[in-house]
């Protein structure tokens, strides 16, 4: 039979081209940043995007001590989270979360605030747990990843 086969095709995590970028956080706000940032981490920005495949880019955000919050949420904003003992509930503001991040006992490029806010925009299973990973922040204009030759890009031009 000589007919025309239309075949779906989807990637696999071997066909997909991974490359590092660099995201200023230079006065940009917090939530609209760390949407376009989940957005990278899941290849969404990328025609070869599958759902249930790791295609995105690793980032690497520098200066995020100069991000910016509008209104009140420095000290309004708060984030719970429950150890599992009973009377257990913490909370913790954003400010709280930015004075972590400067902690010199802390990872290189774990920054609490970010973690937090991009956790709750990836998929809540095993695949957003791989993807988490792929960001690196850095309180700084230095980073030490250069030798990935990450390419900067301006995030106010991706939609």
């Keep these: 039979m000589d007919t025309l086969s239309y075949k779906t095709l989807t990637p696999n995590e071997q066909q997909c081209n991974r490359e590092w970028v660099v995201i200023d956080a230079t006065d940009q706000v917090l939530g609209r940043l760390c ?20 295609c995105g880019d690793n980032v690497i955000i520098i200066n995020a001590d100069k991000v910016r919050l509008t209104g009140n949420k420095w000290t309004d904003r708060e984030y719970l989270r429950y150890t599992g003992y009973p009377g257990g509930q913490r909370v913790s503001t954003p400010e709280l979360l930015k004075q972590k991040s400067f ?8 920054n609490p605030l970010f973690i937090k806010v991009v956790k709750g925009m990836l998929p809540k299973n095993r695949l957003g747990r791989q993807i ?9 204009p230095a980073h030490p990843h ?5 390419k900067v890009i301006d995030i106010n031009t991706i939609k």
Excluded: D, W
């Design 146 to 150: 250069e030798a990935q030759n990450p």
């Design 132 to 140: 988490i990973e792929n960001m690196h922040v850095y309180n700084g």
């Design 35 to 54: 949407s376009v940032v989940a957005m990278i981490l899941r290849g969404k920005n990328k025609p070869t995007y599958s759902p249930f495949v790791e």
């Design 103 to 110: 902690n010199k006992h802390i990872k290189p490029g774990y």
